[in-house]
């Protein structure tokens, strides 16, 4: 694969699929220490 086809469309879905991912990790943590929360 040449890195000029990488600049383009695929590095901003990679980008966006990250940030989903570290969006969704971040809500389930949040979850989690929420729900250990109310058990207490």
Known sequence: MKEE???GGEQ???????????TAAIALIITAEVSVEAEN
């Open 5 to 7: 086809e990488l600049q």
């Open 12 to 22: 901003g879905m990679f980008a966006m699929v990250m940030g989903i991912v570290v």
